[in-house]
């Protein structure tokens, strides 16, 4: 059974860093996109990174030049580097993993962390 988990979330003041981390688990899977959302209170949940098997990122405007999205292929692990924090990125962070296993491709989620910036 696969899970992914991730972690790395917590309180933090404007101008600092966290770095997430995405971990799936489960026998014979490889990760092909790794995509991070995060949804604030009352808001929808947005795309804030995205990464690609074949290397591609993707960014939201409002995170560019301050969030980096990478992956470790062997840990089957995907990461969210969040430097230069702004109060506007508090929300809870969810890791949107999808993983091939055998011929199928299927689309998990995490069940999100939580990340507050103060001011």
């Known amino acids: 059974q696969v899970q992914v988990v991730e972690s790395g979330g917590g309180l933090v003041e404007a101008g600092g860093s966290l770095r997430l981390s995405c971990a799936a688990s489960?026998?014979?899977?490889?990760?092909?996109?790794i995509a991070w959302y995060r949804q604030a209170p009352g808001k929808q949940r947005d795309l804030v990174a995205s990464t690609y098997s074949s290397g591609s990122t993707k960014y939201a405007d409002s995170v560019k030049g301050r969030f980096t999205i990478s992956r470790d292929n062997a840990k089957n692990t995907g990461y969210l580097q969040m430097n230069s924090l702004k109060p506007e990125d508090t929300a809870v962070y969810y890791c949107?993993?999808?993983?091939?296993?055998?011929?199928?491709?299927?689309?998990?989620w995490g069940q999100g962390t939580q990340v507050t910036v103060s001011s």
């Open positions: 489960g026998s014979a899977l490889s990760i092909k996109n």
């Open positions: 949107n993993a999808e993983i091939l296993l055998g011929s199928f491709t299927y689309s998990y």
